[in-house]
C-alpha cells in the first residue's frame, strides 16, 4: 500500500493492524507508523522487495486463529509446534508441546500443515 504523510509525499508499507479509521503500517527497516485508514491507498503492482515478503507474511499471519495448530520458530532458530492462544497486533501467544507460553511475531509463525488424509 501507498502511505501519504503529507501533501505530495508518499512512501511504501505494509498494513500490519486496522482496528477501526486507525491503520498500523510497516514502513521498512523496523518502523512501524499508525495513522488514519483514509492516509493509505492499496498499490496498483505487488511491492517491492523486502516489502512483498512483509506483506506475504502478513497476509499468512491474518488467516490464523486462536485455537489453530501452529509452527513458530523459536529464539535458536528451530521450528517448532504449538496452538495459538491468543493473537495481538504483531503476533501472538503461543503454547508449546510442554504447555508454555511463548510470545512469537509474526514473521516466524505459520499454520502447521494439514496431514495428508489420502
Known sequence: MRFVENAGAAT????LFRSGDQVDVYLGDGWVRRTSASAVTPLDAAPPEPLSAIA???????????????????????????????????????????????????????????????
Open 56 to 118: 506475504a507474511d502478513a497476509r499468512v499471519f491474518v488467516g490464523l486463529k486462536n485455537g489453530d495448530r501452529v509452527r513458530y520458530q523459536d529464539g535458536s532458530g528451530k521450528v517448532r509446534s504449538a496452538v495459538l492462544v491468543d493473537k495481538c497486533r504483531y503476533g501472538a501467544i503461543v503454547a508449546n508441546d510442554e504447555q508454555r507460553l511463548i510470545g512469537v511475531g509474526f514473521r516466524k509463525l505459520w499454520p502447521l500443515p494439514s496431514p495428508d488424509l489420502t
Open 12 to 15: 511504501l508499507g505494509v498494513v
